[in-house]
């Protein structure tokens, strides 16, 4: 099992510019997340998703958005990069059923917006 | 929302010592608490966790208190090590619904050898 993997590992985009960042897991796992991570800052709920076709904000959803089409799959989309969105992003999945709680992380993107 | 406070900020110890890091949180219905590493330039690591339901759990060197009363839990690293050096975040979650965590800033332990 590859766990969690997250696509692409660094990017950088100019002020703007548009992206998707891609989050797969091959556990089968119900719920996932995107956070960012700030220097020197604990992480922050982006969006998640408790299912596939379903998603929802967390604390932070302004300028971006996401997409679970596929059960394994949970995308994150810049559509106008800003420098305030230059961050690491970590995503995550929970299995979601047997009282399991643990989070599962992706090794993350690091995206610098210029 | 939930809201995760964490001291302190930075803490060094010398090697073979206990460390204690502390965390608060503000909702009742949060019962789900991990602690995580987090290496330079890498993912969060798990290394302890707790539900609501234990008062204390304890892993080798590491250990995780809880006063649910109190609304706080603590981390204790005993006979640190130099490879113990690293961020620590707490975190919480309701462990229902969305399931998401809500993480405290940090803290930077720094073990000298």
């Known amino acids: 099992n590859a766990g969690v993997t997250q696509t692409p590992k660094f990017r950088v985009l100019k002020t703007g510019q548009s992206m998707t960042l891609l989050c797969a897991q091959d556990?089968?796992?119900?719920?996932m997340y995107w956070y960012r991570q700030d220097p020197g800052m604990g992480l922050r709920l982006i969006h998640y998703?408790?299912?596939?076709?379903?998603?929802a904000k967390g604390e932070v959803p302004d300028g971006y958005n996401v997409s679970r089409l596929k059960k394994q799959n949970f995308l994150l989309g810049l559509e106008s990069a800003a420098p305030s969105q230059t961050s690491v992003y970590f995503c995550?999945?929970?299995?979601?059923?047997?009282?399991?709680?643990?989070?599962?992380f992706g090794p993350g993107t690091r995206l610098t917006v210029t | 929302g939930e809201n995760v406070e964490q001291h302190p900020s930075t803490l060094s110890v010398q090697e073979g010592d206990s460390a204690v890091i502390k965390c608060t949180y503000s909702?009742?219905?949060?019962?789900?608490f991990p602690w995580y590493k987090q290496e330079l330039g890498k993912r969060p690591q798990l290394i302890i966790d707790?539900?609501?339901?234990?008062g204390e759990k304890k892993d080798q060197r590491i250990a995780v208190t809880l006063n649910k009363t109190a609304k706080h839990f603590s981390l204790h690293i005993t006979e640190t090590q130099p490879e113990d050096s690293a961020v620590y975040f707490c975190?919480?979650?309701?462990?229902?619904?969305?399931?998401?965590?809500?993480f405290g800033s940090g803290t930077r332990l720094q073990v000298q050898p």
């Open positions: 707790i539900r609501s339901n234990v």
């Open positions: 995550a999945s929970v299995r979601g059923w047997g009282g399991t709680y643990e989070q599962y």
């Open positions: 556990m089968n796992h119900e719920y």
């Open positions: 975190a919480a979650s309701s462990g229902t619904g969305r399931r998401a965590l809500t």
């Open positions: 998703s408790v299912g596939e076709g379903t998603t």
């Open positions: 909702d009742s219905a949060s019962n789900y």
